[in-house]
């Protein structure tokens, strides 16, 4: 792991702008740690879904610099402070931050089923996150999602959507998801 101390610096003026919560940043970056440790060895796209402070994606982006990294935010505050940090990270060819809807952008011919990896934290409620989510997933790609503290209900939300896709259990807080269809498919066992 290289020197933490530039993502800590950016990370720290993204917390004094309000960007990020009251936690120590240790604590922030431990846990989108999380993320980077369930992240497919094959991935080479990623997509961060409600960006706002950077966590997980600045984090992915320091920790897996063969990644191209896209960071999606509607609030065009959180987008600009995210664009000025890739910059002074040295990141503006790799790390991409685009200030849209979800919604919208999944929409987009470019953006619809194109990543091999899609990121949520704190996104929103469980359903609506990986209905989200599912839009930008590649066929056999990834779904990384931080899991609420009081336990996940995932198995019912997959249930409920009624949509393709296969729920893995989590790791250690992040519920992992697959979405059938890839060259790469391999039957795993699902947790719900």
């Given at each position: 792991?290289?020197?933490?101390?530039?993502?800590?610096?950016?990370?720290g003026e993204h917390q004094r702008v309000g960007a990020i919560?009251?936690?120590?940043?240790?604590?922030?970056?431990?846990?989108?740690?999380?993320?980077?440790?369930?992240?497919?060895?094959?991935?080479?796209?990623?997509?961060?879904?409600?960006?706002?402070?950077?966590?997980?994606?600045?984090?992915?982006?320091?920790?897996?610099?063969?990644?191209?990294?896209?960071?999606?935010?509607?609030?065009?505050?959180?987008?600009?402070?995210?664009?000025?940090?890739?910059?002074?990270?040295?990141?503006?060819?790799?790390?991409?931050?685009?200030?849209?809807?979800?919604?919208?952008?999944?929409?987009?011919?470019?953006?619809?089923?194109?990543?091999?990896?899609?990121?949520?934290?704190?996104?929103?409620?469980?359903?609506?996150?990986?209905?989200?989510?599912?839009?930008?997933?590649?066929?056999?790609?990834?779904?990384?999602?931080?899991?609420?503290?009081?336990?996940?209900?995932?198995?019912?939300?997959?249930?409920?959507?009624?949509?393709?896709?296969?729920?893995?259990?989590?790791?250690?807080?992040?519920?992992?998801?697959?979405?059938?269809?890839?060259?790469?498919?391999?039957?795993?066992?699902?947790?719900?």
């Open positions: 792991m290289p020197d933490d101390a530039p993502l800590l610096a950016v990370l919560g009251p936690t120590t940043l240790e604590d922030a970056v431990a846990h989108s740690r999380r993320f980077v440790r369930v992240l497919p060895a094959s991935a080479t796209s990623v997509v961060d879904l409600g960006s706002g402070g950077g966590l997980p994606g600045l984090v992915i982006a320091w920790d897996r610099p063969s990644l191209a990294v896209t960071l999606v935010d509607r609030r065009e505050k959180r987008t600009d402070t995210l664009r000025r940090s890739a910059t002074r990270l040295g990141w503006s060819g790799r790390v991409r931050v685009i200030t849209a809807d979800v919604g919208v952008l999944g929409a987009d011919p470019a953006h619809h089923r194109r990543y091999d990896v899609v990121t949520a934290r704190s996104f929103g409620p469980p359903a609506s996150t990986l209905d989200g989510a599912l839009v930008f997933a590649r066929p056999g790609g990834t779904i990384l999602i931080s899991d609420p503290p009081a336990g996940s209900r995932w198995g019912d939300v997959v249930r409920e959507l009624g949509r393709s896709v296969v729920w893995h259990g989590g790791e250690d807080g992040i519920a992992v998801f697959t979405v059938p269809g890839g060259p790469d498919d391999v039957p795993r066992e699902t947790g719900g």
